[in-house]
């Protein structure tokens, strides 16, 4: 990351550079998120009633956040196939993301939706406490989605609530995520690159 982008090649009217591609870079990131918005965004204003969808987990330790994720995209995917068996069938998109807590030592890993249409939303929500009961008592959300941008914001907030950088602390969420697609679509939404060329 530290050399991204270093040494700037112009062959003619080409310019080229190397990008690192990692997670963390502010360079890499900008354009992904750019690629990201561009590829998703037409398919969020086709939505009908677009809805941003907020299910959480239980706050994790580090050494839990890879299989809290694991065990969430199958929870999610349970969530889906049981609706999908009763006849509602979700359109949208999934991003995961964790936050870390300065004053627990923990993380809080939770999924940010946009999901087309509000009985589809509730009944995703629903499930998903089903699926998931020690969530019940923590903050699942469904609000109409007046900002899609928000989705694409980042996967972990490189600072905390008081402005630090915890290198350690994201470390552990970077290697936790390694490997892993942070946005999923689903219901015909063509998948888009998370990769920076």
């Known amino acids: 990351t530290y050399h991204c982008t270093r040494s700037i090649l112009q062959d003619g009217n080409q310019i080229k550079?190397?990008?690192?591609?990692?997670?963390?870079c502010l360079v890499c990131?900008?354009?992904?998120?750019?690629?990201?918005?561009?590829?998703?965004?037409?398919?969020i204003d086709?939505?009908?009633?677009?809805?941003?969808?907020?299910?959480?987990?239980?706050?994790?330790?580090?050494?839990?956040?890879?299989?809290?994720?694991?065990?969430?995209?199958?929870?999610?995917?349970?969530s889906k196939d049981a609706l999908r068996k009763q006849g509602i069938v979700l359109k949208g998109i999934r991003k995961v993301e964790t936050t870390f807590s300065e004053l627990r030592e923990d993380y809080h890993p939770h999924f940010h939706c946009i999901i087309d249409g509000k009985k589809e939303a509730e009944a995703l929500k629903a499930q998903w406490l089903i699926k998931n009961p020690k969530a019940l008592h923590y903050l699942q959300d469904v609000q109409?989605?007046?900002?899609?941008?928000?989705?694409?914001?980042?996967?972990?907030?490189?600072?905390?609530?008081?402005?630090q950088f915890l290198a350690p602390e994201m470390d552990v969420a970077?290697?936790?995520?390694?490997?892993?697609?942070?946005?999923?679509?689903?219901?015909g939404i063509k998948k888009q690159t998370e990769e920076v060329e």
């Open 17 to 24: 550079s190397r990008y690192c591609n990692q997670r963390w």
């Open 29 to 43: 990131n900008r354009i992904r998120t750019a690629n990201l918005m561009r590829g998703y965004l037409p398919d």
């Open 46 to 78: 086709a939505m009908i009633d677009p809805q941003f969808v907020t299910l959480t987990r239980p706050n994790v330790k580090g050494g839990y956040l890879r299989t809290t994720f694991g065990d969430m995209q199958t929870k999610f995917v349970q």
């Open 144 to 163: 109409p989605c007046t900002d899609p941008i928000e989705l694409f914001k980042y996967f972990t907030k490189l600072l905390t609530k008081s402005g």
């Open 174 to 187: 970077f290697k936790a995520m390694k490997g892993k697609r942070v946005f999923q679509p689903f219901g």
